[in-house]
């Protein structure tokens, strides 16, 4: 008698990370999260509450914010994905990550990668004219540690940095 | 978390097919919801049918003057596409005002309307709850009922239905296109939501392997000074504790046609139909707007820690009369 454990079928899924072509063998079970962190050795993107409400696992699939935790490995493949870990040019952080350093936009860190990802996005949308937009268009990733006046700081100075664009 | 198959549809009748092949299929869009059920083993679902390949992402007009919105399509593009901000503002604002920015990119249409209640008791897994477990009893009773409904409610079940959009879509007559085994339906907004009575475990009206492709909002010009309002108890990325969904036309210096929808206080979308019947031919002023609101709510049920919402709903009928008689924008 075979228990549905063995029954289980693995799949090979093809997953662009970061303009990199990987293949993980997973059963379709498994998260894109988990993917990231257990299979591809990506452990930027973290686990906060793996349900859809903390926004630390926020990565880009086809250059729009999503949550890594409700998506399906398998249900990505096919998709454009980048993590944290595609976010700077080899050595070169981006601004966004050296305006978090420079503004101390956090302090435990773990949301970081999270916040950076959705920060990044947020001047892209064009959702970053006011503190009040910020705010909004921010509230997916939550920060336990509260440094949110830092982070809005960080977005801010990429904002006017950048003329608007990141 | 159970195992699961995966499948990816490449057409309608394809995702039909794959639904139907077998029991405990759901079909798998943006995921925010089933995937989380799933994973809290809420969601029996053993086989997963991705429909995102399907063409169903468009946001098309109707003859008459209406939208035929795609199934498939994403919280965060509907309330982004122009005919919807001009035609439809309650359906943009309510988008918006829903979830997170990465929620709203990943959710779509078709999947909002069939999300569950966030109802606590059915979550945990371990409380009675008759929508889980028929015949389990209702936890949310005699316990932390703050966020419960006060409409449409039962001795079975109390559960509040979250969404915000479906609260807009209710009061503009939406109609909701399926395609199933047996063919193609179209089933009014108010029906494909059931009251819970004594079987709170059934929410819609649908076949198994039945597929919502879209969802069609009938031209109505009273539509473009409509607003929505959300009141909760965080600024931003919370479920409404009460919401409403408002529209009203004056001529001659009377309500000539209005539109009044409830959130946060039905366990389905609640469309304030005593409201609407009260106001017409009234003076559009505060004092028949309260009167309306009053005649709404003079059936609610409360419970213990919800009974705040009898007040809060009135206020935000009032409300968003009153800013949509303004030409508010929210």
Same mark, same amino acid.
């Given at each position: 008698?075979?228990?549905?454990?063995?029954?289980?079928?693995?799949?090979?899924?093809?997953?662009?990370?970061?303009?990199?072509?990987?293949?993980?063998?997973?059963?379709?079970?498994?998260?894109?999260?988990?993917?990231?962190?257990?299979?591809?050795?990506?452990?930027?993107?973290?686990?906060?509450?793996?349900?859809?409400?903390?926004?630390?696992?926020?990565?880009?699939?086809?250059?729009?914010?999503?949550? +890594?935790?409700?998506?399906?490995?398998? +249900?990505?493949?096919?998709?454009?994905?980048?993590?944290?870990?595609?976010? +700077?040019?080899?050595?070169?952080?981006?601004?966004?990550?050296?305006?978090?350093?420079?503004?101390?936009?956090f302090q435990c860190g773990y949301c970081t990668s999270g916040q950076i990802m959705s920060a990044v996005k947020v001047i892209e949308e064009g959702n970053a004219t006011t503190d009040e937009d910020i705010s909004e268009y921010m509230s997916g990733n939550i920060c336990r540690c509260a440094a949110y006046p830092n982070?809005?700081?960080?977005?801010?100075?990429?904002r006017d940095q950048a003329g608007g664009r990141s | 978390m159970r195992p699961l198959t995966y499948s990816r549809a490449t057409d309608v009748q394809d995702a039909i097919a794959l639904a139907t092949a077998q029991p405990a299929t759901a079909f798998l869009a943006g995921g925010t919801t089933e995937v989380d059920l799933i994973r809290a083993?809420?969601?029996?679902?053993?086989?997963?049918?991705?429909?995102?390949?399907?063409?169903?992402?468009?946001?098309?007009?109707?003859?008459?003057?209406?939208?035929?919105?795609?199934?498939?399509?994403?919280?965060?593009?509907?309330?982004?596409?122009?005919?919807?901000?001009?035609?439809?503002?309650?359906?943009?604002?309510?988008?918006?005002?829903?979830?997170?920015?990465?929620?709203?990119?990943?959710?779509?249409?078709?999947?909002?309307?069939?999300?569950?209640?966030?109802?606590?008791y059915l979550r945990d897994g371990v409380s009675p709850c008759n929508k889980r477990e028929p015949g389990s009893g209702c936890a949310a009773l005699e316990g932390f009922n703050r966020g419960h409904a006060i409409f449409g409610t039962s001795e079975y079940c109390i559960a509040t239905h979250p969404s915000d959009v479906a609260v807009a879509l209710v009061a503009f007559d939406a109609v909701i296109r399926t395609v199933g085994p047996d063919g193609e339906r179209a089933i009014a907004f108010d029906d494909f939501f059931l009251l819970p009575g004594d079987t709170p475990q059934l929410e819609h009206p649908i076949a198994p392997g039945e597929l919502i492709v879209g969802i069609d909002v009938p031209g109505a010009p009273i539509a473009r000074g409509s607003v929505y309002l959300k009141f909760r108890d965080r600024q931003s990325y919370e479920f409404a504790l009460v919401s409403v969904a408002a529209a009203i036309e004056v001529d001659d210096g009377l309500v000539s046609g209005v539109r009044i929808a409830l959130g946060g206080v039905g366990t389905k979308p609640w469309r304030a139909r005593r409201a609407e019947a009260a106001l017409v031919g009234q003076p559009?002023?505060?004092?028949?707007?309260?009167?309306?609101?009053?005649?709404?709510?003079?059936?609610?049920?409360?419970?213990?820690?919800?009974?705040?919402?009898v007040e809060l709903a009135q206020r935000a009928i009032v409300r968003g009369l009153v800013h949509s008689l303004q030409g508010r924008q929210s």
């Open positions: 008698m075979t228990s549905v454990e063995e029954a289980v079928t693995k799949v090979p899924v093809p997953l662009e990370i970061n303009g990199r072509q990987e293949v993980v063998v997973l059963e379709p079970r498994v998260s894109l999260l988990d993917a990231l962190r257990e299979h591809l050795d990506l452990t930027g993107s973290k686990k906060g509450c793996d349900q859809g409400t903390c926004g630390s696992c926020t990565v880009w699939i086809d250059g729009r914010r999503v949550l +890594a935790c409700l998506t399906l490995a398998v +249900a990505a493949a096919g998709h454009e994905i980048v993590t944290i870990e595609g976010l +700077a040019d080899g050595d070169q952080l981006h601004a966004m990550q050296r305006a978090f350093i420079e503004y101390d936009a982070i809005r700081a960080a977005i801010r100075h990429v | 083993g809420i969601s029996a679902s053993e086989h997963l049918v991705d429909i995102n390949e399907l063409p169903l992402r468009q946001v098309e007009d109707l003859a008459d003057g209406g939208l035929r919105i795609g199934a498939l399509a994403r919280m965060n593009d509907v309330a982004r596409t122009a005919s919807v901000v001009q035609r439809y503002p309650a359906i943009s604002r309510a988008l918006l005002l829903g979830a997170s920015e990465q929620l709203r990119n990943m959710a779509s249409m078709g999947g909002n309307l069939r999300q569950r209640t966030r109802c606590a559009p002023d505060e004092a028949s707007f309260r009167s309306a609101a009053a005649a709404e709510l003079a059936d609610a049920v409360v419970r213990e820690h919800n009974a705040f919402k």
